[in-house]
Each structure stands twice: as structure tokens, then as C-alpha cells.
């Protein structure tokens, strides 16, 4: 894995413990975290990569669904158990660019993020920070809590400290599998690059279901084993990718 340096500003280094682009750690960096056009992004050789990444709850996709995304018939609220009258406090422990944790905020859930590689922990505190401060997204920003670290080896804290209850925990690690667009790849290739493959999804799954007090809900591509472990005790299927449930008790209304 190649590494990540931060451009032109000390303070962001030290917060995330990333080497500066001009430290000799950070010169070798194949991919640089900067602020472009009052955003953070992270960037690297475009022919490879693609177009910088960053995390926006405030316009493009998160915006577009936001308005007209489904409401609670989308296969992810349907999963955590977002139904009439509930709404499950969420963990989501494998939150990359927060798409899915931006979507349950967005119909009213509680959501701690937690993150293990820095420079998306970072893309994630800049996007909720620009999201916080919009009048269209403030509301469901302030639903959203972050917290950087590994949630396989120390989730019980990372939600101790967090500040949400973990009635749901939703799961969402790599797989490997092909993507169709050539610019999804691109995308793909940079986290790929940061985040590998989650080849310990295993015990993420095992942290998890100790931790959730009601259901834990892994997402999956369609065709995809589910992880290794327990069986799931319900399947929910999509066009591209499924949900697979693990559940302790009954979600109810309050
Ligand atoms: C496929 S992405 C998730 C995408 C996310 N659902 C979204 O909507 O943007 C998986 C992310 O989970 C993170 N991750 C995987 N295992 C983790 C762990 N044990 N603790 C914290 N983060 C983890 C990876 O670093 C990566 O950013």
C-alpha cells in the first residue's frame, strides 16, 4: 500500500498523524490530502486515479438522494429497520465516504461513523464540517457523530465514546469484485489503494454482533458469500448488492 502526505498545511498533518508532503516520509506519497476550492481532497496521478476524492453531503449524489432517493423503501432503511414509528440509533463502522450513513441521517437516524484509515477519517471531517455549516444539510449533519479508529479491535470503545447507542450496526467492507464504468474503477483503485481489502471482515462481524444491542446488517455484493461466521437469519436482496441480517431482538417503536 502506498502512502498518503498532506499538502501545505502542518496543523491537518499532526491532526491525522500523516508526514507532510515536503517531510522526506511524505515526498515518496503517491497520494496527496490538500484543500482545493474550500474542500479537502485527496489526489493522485489523475491517469491512475481519476478526479480527486472528496466527501459532499451538500451537492451532487448525497443531494440527489437526499430529494429523491426513495424515503424508507430504500433497501438500507429497510435493512436497519427504519420502518413507521422506528427509528434505530446507527454505528456504522466501515464508513469510507459516509454515502450510506449520509442517507439513514437523512431519514432521521442517529449515526456514529467510524473510519480506520486517516485520510478518509479526515475527507469525512471536512464533508461534515462544509455539511454542518449549509442550511439544506445542517440538520441531518448534527445526527451524525465521526470517530477514527478500528472497529475490529476496538469498537465497544469507539462506541463508548461516541455518543450513539449501537442498536444497529451496519457493516460494509471491501470486496473484491469488478466494477462495469471505468471511472468507478478509478474511484475503486484510490480506496483500494488506502483501505485494501478488509480481508478481516470476520472479525468485524464477530465485534459487531457483540456489540449491537438489535441487529447487525452487513451489505454485500449481490453475489457474494456472506462473511464467514454466523449465518445470517435474514437476506434482502437488490438489483447490485444484498443485505444479510444478523438479529438479536426486535426493533419497536418507543
Ligand atoms: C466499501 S467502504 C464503505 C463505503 C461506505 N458504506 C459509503 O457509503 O461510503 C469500506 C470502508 O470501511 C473501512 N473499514 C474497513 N474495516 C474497518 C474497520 N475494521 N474499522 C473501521 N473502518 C473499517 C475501510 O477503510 C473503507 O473506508
Not at 72 to 99: E, F, K, N, Y
Not at 208 to 225: C, E, Y
Amino acid at each position: 500500500m502506498s502512502g498518503v502526505a498532506v499538502e501545505g498545511d502542518v496543523a491537518l498533518a499532526d491532526r491525522w498523524g500523516l508526514p507532510g508532503r515536503e517531510s522526506p516520509d511524505g515526498a515518496e506519497a503517491s497520494l496527496v490530502l490538500r484543500r482545493e476550492d474550500g474542500r479537502l481532497v485527496l489526489a493522485g496521478d489523475p491517469r491512475a486515479y481519476g478526479k480527486p476524492l472528496a466527501v459532499d453531503f451538500v451537492a451532487g449524489r448525497a443531494a440527489h438522494r437526499r430529494r429523491f432517493g426513495g424515503g424508507r423503501g430504500q433497501l438500507i432503511a429497510r435493512a436497519c429497520g427504519l420502518a413507521r414509528g422506528v427509528t434505530p440509533s446507527v454505528v456504522d463502522a466501515t464508513a469510507g465516504l459516509g454515502r450510506d450513513a449520509f442517507v439513514l441521517a437523512a431519514l432521521g437516524a442517529e449515526v456514529l461513523m467510524i473510519e480506520r484509515v486517516a485520510a478518509i477519517a479526515a475527507l469525512l471531517e471536512d464533508g461534515l464540517a462544509r455539511a454542518r455549516a449549509d442550511a439544506d444539510t445542517a440538520e441531518i449533519a448534527a445526527r451524525m457523530r465521526l470517530a477514527h479508529g478500528d472497529a475490529g479491535r476496538d469498537l465497544a470503545s469507539l462506541v463508548a465514546n461516541g455518543g450513539v447507542a449501537p442498536q444497529v450496526v451496519h457493516l460494509d467492507p471491501m470486496f473484491p469484485h469488478r466494477e462495469k464504468s471505468a471511472l468507478v474503477k478509478k474511484e475503486m483503485r484510490l480506496f483500494r489503494e488506502l483501505a485494501g481489502d478488509d480481508a478481516d471482515a470476520p472479525r468485524l462481524l464477530e465485534a459487531a454482533l457483540d456489540v449491537a444491542t438489535h441487529r447487525v446488517v452487513v451489505k454485500r455484493p449481490r453475489k457474494a458469500p456472506p462473511i464467514s461466521g454466523p449465518a445470517p437469519r435474514h437476506v434482502l436482496e437488490g438489483k447490485t448488492s444484498r443485505y444479510d441480517l444478523y438479529v438479536h431482538r426486535a426493533l419497536t417503536p418507543p
